[in-house]
């Protein structure tokens, strides 16, 4: 949050929290002066604007009230070119955050109509921006005039500003004939940018299209067109953000590679050039530069980011790593999926012999194996766990491209250190508006990297008027039969009523305890924004899939809150915070909303969502009515021991006037109905005794079992809410002499649910048995 | 017990009184008998506990199965008289495939003999048969009745030869024109040509075969030859007593060749600017086949057709990759890219399929054997799936060429891009071998034949590039044919070879020497396939009349008359748009796109096209595109909601032809050139401006009059 400053503040007037759905324009040329017109839902007059844009927002009157709010915005002269965050803040809360583009460019909006060559909008001056949207199969057609020999770069700036649009650019001569197309651009994610020789002089129409004609929510583009200058390709990809570096910018149209420093975590092109500048990663780690033209092996510090780039075709980049035997190593590159590296990294470990020992980035998901791609996977940065061998004190560590490709743009960042149990958090919340008394969710995201325990979520220093609850992420187990997955955790955050309105910056962590005692903690990254994107059709049953969603984790943001005004109602579920059930059992969530809106329609729909919940059903019964109902949840025998959160919410309103209104979260403690105590013994009588859970009152019966040839042991039943067992054994005199472990088996009924029809068994419990002479 | 061998075999078994054995004497008795073939124990789980290779392809096999399965029960030792191999096929004993031989049958005294001398498998470096010999190369009837026996010759490895006249295995591709019966007697039925496949012990050889017409009268009238296609086709009718039919009219060849290059019929405009224009018909034909392959449709119309052929669908790819896929198959045909670079391309793509679209060649079938199979079946037109169970019964194609060509595909591996739905093409380090199915035995890549230049195949790396350099060198004898024949057939209807995707000795061209002019000219024109289309269309073979003559008229294959094929899906479509004036709305793309230049068959689907047999694109086989008849079509066509809407468009054809205030002449000529590419004749004017002044509504009877073109052959056929 410390990249967003408040700008300018306002009285606050509505209640429901303001949502951001478009900018008008998305851009402007910096020292100029504009009328920026956000539009959206929930827009008081006199809202907050909250951005790092440095420029002047002066407020003016709006024509549609609530869905539009005009500004006079007068932007600095010497603002860098780039994307600024731009959202809003009312007394409902937060806005989501839009992206708004600065660059040196004058600007101008599409002018519709423009759907075919024959009525192409014609553009006069260059350089240009044009703000456009595609609206579903749409195609805009400019026409522009060029000079024999003339070099112009045409750009569309799109996904990575959060337009859901993935655009295609075509230029046509003037008799029709394609000259050009380009679709996604090396560097620049699926936008896509040309640097087109006009072959002589005269008219030409570019065409910008959706590369799928997919219809999108978010629907804009800027054509950029003008004489610039642009690289492809930076050097090294992120350095420590307290040390100085110099980052090299070569490819594109640079005549040679040039030097800048990094700002603000961003490259920029010297000059006064309308490139957006490229991210840069900030770390807190030691970091280096590959040695270049040393004939002595290099060697990768432990803990340390070694910055490489394989700089042609089929070069390998080999490291010594130094290890020890049978400790457990991580190997982890950042290339291609930062979005500025083309480097498709290969990673393998050799041992001292040249075998191979491990490698990641040349194998697909297990799920994707002969089988059709899932629509929502996509390849990340390779890693890779391994365990020294025997006898090793050094391995190799080696970089390829996976395709054997090379070149300035292949950069990569590596690192090895010592890998225990661990795991990393990310939220894809982006924001949170907790309305007083009321709650609101946070969701995160877990990737497991060798630990798969139990994981607790939370929220560090938070203050005294907001409780967590929730955030229960349980072990996952790995084995590929039982795979288990647990990724995902949901934390409600509930702001006591009468909590005072204002901002925060939440910071969650995930908390785990190693097998060793050892705590760890890792702090979640939230996405900055997040545009959906509208997936594909196809894919083997031709429903239509989703795509990830564009997310700005550049803008370094954790989770920006704000405790807002009440919302329509509260949802109130009449249980404690932490409930027990036996496996097999059912439980009932009784609910109410409790409306603070007179005359609403009270919702009688309620959704659970049960994150790292297994083998259980829950739903809403059939005492469904108007503001009130039952969930109930239905576990089996087969459900197993653990713990999980119960997150309920409903829907108020409809469409675009909707809110969802949640309960604090529950957390379900799925236990097992009784214990059999380990026996005592004596003479040839076990007796011991039976811990019932509370609600558990069936007869057990309990069935020794492995036991030593000449010895009998009857199966005893402790009757209903019995707590003791004692088992006569007998023994021949063949039986053996001395100590033997035997089972008891016990077995029971459960009380309802699957009652009566599938034995309700608990593990074997060992016990000894003394045979004496 | 060697001096009883003369007194149970006829001398001609004995040849040099050598040993029987089991791969020269008793495999081809176990052949010739049945005992191998499908419905018996050469089926792929036998027969009630007996298995044999299919068709005696695996004589080792077959050995041990005779000799040592049920612990040697077939194979009596101490008296091998008594031997079930002898009991089963002579009803000794019950036998559920019947009787295959008498006791005293010749066939029985070899086995028996084999037996008796020690039961021997034999040398493979003697007794395989290398090469059949037939009696004749061509085999040429005056006329239908008459009879000849055909002699087959077998040549052994070690140089022997033995007639095997008897075993030998003869059949006709068409029975009705020639049949043989278990004697290798051929006895012609009626006029026409077929093809003799002579098969024996895993060799086989193909006699082309030819009934004149007995008609008597014919006179060669020699017809203008444009180019060497004419001449070699001229040369065969000729030899055929078969009159090619003189040319198409103008107006028929631009609807014709329209249809063909460019997927779409004339406009009213531009087929009254070609009939207008002066000129001898063969120059100006030329001229406006240059001008159609200008056409960007021309790309269209070729993308559609390379599009089912590599199964560009999004249900494999994808939206995006579909468009991306297309967008590549488009530059390669608008580029007029060599052939065999465009083969190349998509062979040894890598890389991300959005950033490499080639790539998405291999995300359809995804593994070594689906990749291999398509492969050779695309662009070789052999089709190798028979030999993925056992060796190819009718070809020379083994089993283990089947997995040795898989595994030049061993290492393609797939992972997710990184971009949602894209895949990245990679070769794997692990996991990247081909293995035998009944051995075990890792399979090392070997091209399916050898040829000249072929370049060694490494051991590591990227197997595939070898592989498409061989694939792809134009001394491969499938690869150009295979083409050449496939493009042929897109304008005739059907291959000089026919089916196009598979070739083989037993499936043999109609005029090979058409085929191999052909082929040898688009090799030596750099895989040009521009050139290859221009030296078809422009040929008169091509331009020809559908109508034929009383000496053409039962010719189907020689290509003496054009014959009339139903639009496509698409073409049919377009056409209506066309025909009607009324504008391409289809979902998910721009309005004005036209059928032809979907991308693939999610977009309108379960609508009319697939109704008329547009492909799903789930095979790589032409097949999958149909162009049948069906009721459900012909019910669309007269009732259904498409033609309907296409006719009554506000701003179509009719509405503006009406409200322009043409004469009736005027809007039934307009029709009749929109629908089918030609003016009325006198008749169907006549009648035309009858039924139009019939009505009230001068616009409902243009719709009907319209509506009644659009449901005639004139407008769903190409002729």
């Known amino acids: ?88 803040q009312s007394p409902g809360g937060i806005s989501n955050i839009l992206l708004f583009s600065v660059g040196t460019f004058p600007e101008m909006k599409e002018k519709e109509g423009n759907d075919s060559a024959e009525t192409a909008q014609k553009l006069s001056q260059t350089p240009l921006i044009v703000n456009g949207t595609l609206k579903s199969a749409d195609r805009d057609f400019y026409e522009v005039y060029g000079k024999a020999g003339e070099k112009r770069v045409f750009e569309i700036e799109a996904r990575r500003m959060g337009s859901a649009i993935d655009p295609s650019l075509r230029i046509y001569d003037s008799a029709g004939k394609l000259l050009t197309r380009v679709e996604d651009t090396a560097g620049l994610g699926v936008d896509c940018r040309v640097e087109f020789t006009f072959p002589k002089e005269g008219t030409y129409k570019v065409e910008v299209r959706e590369a799928r004609f997919s219809d999108q929510a978010s629907n804009f583009y800027r054509l950029k067109m003008g004489s610039y200058a642009y690289a492809t390709a930076v050097y090294p990809l992120g350095w420590n953000r307290l040390k100085d570096v110099d980052v090299e910018l070569s490819g594109g149209n640079l005549p040679a590679p040039v030097t800048v420093k990094p700002l603000d975590g961003m490259v920029h092109l010297p000059g006064s050039t309308a490139s957006l500048p490229f991210p840069f990663v900030q770390s807190d780690l030691p970091e280096m530069l590959e040695p270049v033209n040393d004939a002595r092996p290099r060697y990768l510090p432990a803990n340390t980011v070694m910055n490489g780039r394989i700089r042609k075709a089929g070069e390998i980049d080999r490291y010594s790593f130094s290890v020890q035997e049978g400790k457990t190593y991580l190997v982890e590159a950042e290339a291609r999926a930062g979005g500025v590296s083309q480097l498709d990294a290969l990673l393998t470990v050799y041992g001292i012999n040249g075998d191979r020992i491990e490698s990641a980035g040349d194998k697909p998901p297990k799920q994707a194996v002969n089988a059709f791609i899932v629509a929502g996977d996509y390849s990340r940065d390779p890693y890779l766990v391994f365990e020294a061998p025997k006898g090793a004190t050094q391995v190799t560590v080696a970089v390829e491209d996976l395709n054997g490709a090379g070149g300035a743009a292949h950069a990569y960042r590596l690192i090895a250190r010592e890998q225990k149990p661990d795991f990393e958090v990310s939220l894809s919340t982006p924001y949170v508006n907790i309305p007083s008394g009321g709650t609101a969710i946070a969701v995160v995201n877990v990737e497991r990297r060798g630990y798969n325990g139990d994981i607790r979520l939370t929220v560090k220093d938070l203050p005294k008027d907001i409780a967590v609850a929730g955030g229960t992420i349980p072990a996952e187990i790995p084995d590929i039969d039982t795979r288990q997955v647990s990724r995902r955790g949901v934390l409600t955050l509930t702001a006591k009523a009468g909590a005072p309105a204002r901002t925060l910056d939440l910071t969650v962590i995930g908390e785990a305890k190693l097998e060793d005692g050892t705590r760890i903690e890792r702090r979640a990254l939230g996405p900055g924004m997040q545009t959906n994107i509208r997936g594909s059709f196809g894919f083997v049953d031709s429903s239509r899939r989703a795509i990830r969603p564009f997310e700005a984790t550049w803008l370094g943001l954790a989770l920006p809150a704000m405790v807002g005004t009440e919302s329509n109602g509260v949802l109130e579920v009449k249980v404690p915070g932490r409930v027990r059930i036996i496996q097999g059992m059912r ?88 214990d059999v105590g380990v026996p005592k013994q004596d003479g040839l009588k076990l007796f011991g005794t039976i811990r019932r859970e509370d609600g558990f009152s069936a007869p057990v019966t309990i069935t020794p079992d492995a036991l030593p040839l000449g010895v009998v042991c009857p199966s005893v039943e402790v009757g209903e809410n019995g707590t003791q067992y004692a088992i006569e054994c007998q023994a021949s005199k063949e039986a053996p002499v001395g100590e033997h472990m035997i089972l008891l088996n016990a077995a029971s009924i459960l009380p309802q649910g699957e009652k009566g029809k599938v034995p309700y068994k608990i593990a074997p419990v060992e016990a000894k048995l003394r045979i004496g002479k | 017990m060697r001096f009883l061998v003369p007194l149970l075999v006829t001398p001609a078994l004995l040849v040099g009184a050598e040993p029987l054995t089991f791969l020269k004497d008793v495999m081809p008795v176990i052949n010739k008998a049945g005992c191998t073939s499908g419905p018996c124990h050469g089926a792929a789980k036998g027969k009630n506990g007996f298995k044999l290779s299919l068709r005696g392809y695996d004589p080792e096999f077959d050995y041990e199965a005779l000799l040592y399965d049920l612990s040697g029960r077939r194979f009596n030792r101490a008296d091998p008289a008594r031997s079930l191999m002898l009991a089963k096929p002579t009803m000794e004993v019950p036998h559920g495939g019947g009787l295959r031989f008498e006791k005293d049958s010749r066939y029985y005294k070899i086995i028996l003999e084999w037996l008796r001398t020690g039961a021997q498998f034999g040398d493979p470096a003697k007794d395989k048969v290398v090469k059949l ?289 894209d895949e990245i093409l990679y070769l794997k380090r692990d996991d990247n071998i081909v293995k035998h199915p009944k051995t075990g035995r890792t399979m090392e890549p070997q091209y399916l034949i050898a040829s000249i230049g072929a370049p060694p195949i490494p051991q590591g790396g990227d197997r595939r590039e070898a592989l498409a350099e061989w694939l792809t060198s134009k001394n491969n004898p499938f690869f150009a044919k295979a083409i050449v024949n496939r493009m042929w057939s897109y304008f005739f209807g059907k291959g000089i070879i026919d089916p196009v995707d598979d070739i083989r000795a037993s499936n043999p061209p109609v005029n090979e020497a058409l085929l191999t002019a052909l082929t040898k000219d688009f090799v030596e024109r750099g895989f040009d396939l521009h050139h290859l289309i221009r030296t078809i269309v422009n040929s008169r073979a091509y331009q020809a009349s559908i109508d034929a003559n009383e000496w053409n008229e039962e010719d189907h294959i020689n290509f003496s008359h054009q014959a009339p094929r139903r639009l496509s899906a698409e073409q049919l479509q377009d056409a209506l748009f066309i025909a009607t004036g009324s504008r391409p709305k289809f979902p998910e793309v721009p309005e004005d796109t036209m059928a032809q230049q979907l991308p693939d068959p999610h977009i309108g689907k379960d609508g009319f096209l697939d109704l008329f047999g547009r492909p799903q694109r789930e095979s790589a086989c032409e097949c999958e595109r149909r162009t049948d008849l069906s009721l459900p079509q012909a019910l669309n066509l007269v009732n259904g909601g498409d033609i309907a809407t296409a006719i009554g468009d506000p701003k179509g054809a009719i509405a503006k032809l009406i409200t322009s205030g043409v004469t009736d002449r005027q809007l039934i000529e307009e029709l009749y050139l929109g629908a089918l590419s030609r003016v009325p004749s006198p008749a169907e004017y006549d009648h035309a401006v009858t039924f139009l002044k019939k009505g009230d509504s001068r616009a409902a009877r243009a719709q009907d009059l319209l509506w009644a073109l659009v449901n005639s052959k004139g407008f769903l056929f190409n002729r």
């Open chain 1, 587 to 674: 439980y009932d969530f009784p609910w109410t909303f409790v409306s603070k809106t007179p005359g609403m329609q009270l919702p009688s729909v309620v959704t659970p969502d049960t994150p790292g919940g297994r083998d259980l059903r829950i739903s809403d019964g059939n005492k469904r009515q108007p503001g009130k109902g039952l969930m109930t949840m239905n576990t089996t025998i087969g459900t197993p021991t653990g713990t999980f959160d119960v997150i309920l919410s409903t829907r108020t309103g409809m469409g675009m006037n909707d809110e969802v209104v949640y309960a604090p979260a529950i957390t379900v403690d799925v236990v097992q109905g009784y």
């Open chain 1, 1 to 88: 949050m410390t990249r967003i400053a408040i700008l300018f503040l306002a009285s606050l007037a509505s209640a429901a929290p303001p949502v951001l759905t478009s900018l008008e324009p998305w851009g402007a040329q910096r020292g100029k002066a504009l009328t920026l017109t956000l539009k959206g839902q929930y827009l008081p007059e006199g809202a907050k604007i909250v951005s790092t844009l440095p420029a002047v927002f002066t407020p003016l009157a709006s024509e549609a009230a609530g869905k539009t709010l005009p500004y006079l915005v007068e932007i600095k002269p010497d603002t860098p070119v780039g994307l600024y965050p731009v959202r809003i």
């Open chain 2, 133 to 421: 010999e037939v009696s004749k190369s061509e085999f040429f009837f005056e006329k239908p009745g008459a009879k000849e026996k055909i002699r087959t010759t077998a040549h052994y490895a070690d140089g022997s030869t033995r007639d095997v006249t008897a075993e030998a295995s003869v059949t006709s591709n068409t029975p009705d024109i020639a049949e043989v019966n278990a004697e290798s007697v051929i006895e012609t039925k009626r006029k026409g040509e077929a093809a003799l496949l002579v098969r024996y012990e895993g060799k086989f050889v193909t006699v082309p075969l030819t009934v004149l017409n007995p008609k008597q009268g014919f006179t060669w009238a020699a017809l203008p030859q444009y180019n060497y296609v004419d001449q070699l086709i001229d040369a065969k009718l000729k030899k055929l007593h078969i009159q090619p039919s003189g040319l198409a009219s103008d107006a028929e060849f631009l609807r014709r060749v329209s249809l063909d290059l460019v997927g779409v019929p004339p406009t009213p405009k531009e087929l009254r600017a070609f009939l207008a224009e002066p000129g001898d018909a063969r120059t100006k034909r030329a001229r406006a086949i240059d001008a159609l392959m200008k056409r960007a449709s021309f790309v269209d119309h070729w993308t559609v057709k390379w599009g089912d052929l590599l199964q560009n669908s999004r249900r494999y790819l994808g939206d995006k990759a579909t468009w991306g896929f297309r967008e590549w198959i488009r530059d390669s045909i608008a580029s007029n890219k060599p052939y065999d670079k465009m083969v190349r391309e998509l062979l040894t793509s890598r890389g991300s399929a959005y950033e490499n679209p080639a790539a998405n060649y291999y995300r359809v079938m995804r593994e070594p054997k689906l990749s291999m199979e398509k492969t050779s079946q695309v662009f070789l037109g052999v089709r190798m799936v028979c030999a993925q169970c056992h060796d190819h019964p009718f070809e020379q194609w083994t089993q283990n060429q089947y997995y040795q060509l898989s595994a030049f595909f061993a290492a393609v591996g797939l992972k997710p891009g990184y971009e949602t739905g």
